[in-house]
């Protein structure tokens, strides 16, 4: 079974599907291991851990779908992947969706800004029209061809030009035949409720630190009708504050300083996967 096929029979139990942030392949795998049964490919992330700077489009189509092969082979689980606008017209968008399929994603999320585009709780994001949008999706799912890769329609409209006009592009985007829809940008429990309550079919909820919304849980995303629920930088955030941290300390110490919450190296080593590359050496190596 491919990783899209998994994720297809996942959405079809109904349940929500739970399925944290990774920047990088490093914390795919501790998603992984932490029980989830799908990781998400945050483009906000990505940037940064690439970068080092803001998620203002900088990263490339190649750049992004490199960062989502290493990500799969990391993992056995569904790696849900940010695909920003598709990185330029039809020809582009096509060549994106062959280059994730390629490199083993279950799904992508295509959204409807226009270039250069930013994250989506930022300022300044510029639409393109919905017209263009549509027929953006309905490329992208042409692209598709037979495989199962799950094709999500996002659209930032909610912070740019309102609710009435992302549920309306939500639906259209629906209807040029993408599996799911995605409205960015949420922040307030409300704006979660009327979503549900006003967009048919499968949806994904982002759930961003810091938003209202982090008081939703699981079974608040099954009563309200979600597939999916992104916790797109939990993980991030908390890295960066303890890596920053130690290094404080250290700075301040003059020496070596070990948080008590640290692994240690051997631990470290065991969830990268060493035992498995030990065995290869032990049965294969000179």
Do not use: W
């Not at 079919?201 to 009708?225: Q, S, W, Y």
């Amino acid at each position: 079974m491919t990783p899209a096929q998994r994720l297809r029979e996942l959405i079809a139990t109904g349940e929500p599907i739970a399925a944290p942030g990774a920047a990088e392949p490093l914390t795919a795998r501790l998603v992984e291991q932490a029980g989830f049964p799908a990781v998400y490919m945050t483009g906000f992330g990505a940037t940064a851990i690439r970068l080092g700077t803001p998620d203002i489009g900088l990263l490339t189509q190649t750049e992004m779908s490199d960062h989502a092969r290493n990500m799969t082979r990391a993992v056995g689980i569904p790696v849900i992947a940010d695909a920003d606008n598709g990185y330029g017209g039809p020809s582009n968008i096509e060549r994106t969706v062959h280059e994730y399929i390629q490199a083993g994603v279950a799904a992508l999320h295509l959204e409807d800004q226009s270039s250069p585009k930013r994250c989506g709780h930022m300022a300044g994001i510029r639409l393109l029209d919905s017209g263009s949008s549509v027929r953006r999706i309905a490329a992208a799912v042409e692209a598709r061809g037979s495989d199962e890769l799950v094709i999500i329609a996002r659209t930032d409209a909610l912070g740019v030009s309102g609710m009435l006009d992302a549920i309306e592009r939500a639906s259209m985007y629906r209807d040029s035949g993408a599996d799911m829809v995605f409205i960015d940008g949420v922040k307030r429990i409300a704006e979660v409720e009327e979503i549900a309550k006003r967009v048919e079919g499968p949806k994904v909820l982002p759930i961003v630190a810091g938003a209202e919304t982090e008081r939703l849980t699981l079974d608040d995303a099954r009563e309200l009708g979600f597939s999916i629920v992104l916790y797109a930088l939990d993980a991030l955030f908390a890295a960066t504050k303890a890596a920053a941290e130690t290094l404080a300390a250290m700075r301040q110490a003059g020496r070596s300083v070990r948080d008590e919450r640290a692994l240690g190296y051997e631990e470290f080593q065991r969830m990268v996967g060493i035992e498995h590359h030990q065995d290869l050496d032990h049965r294969f190596g000179g």
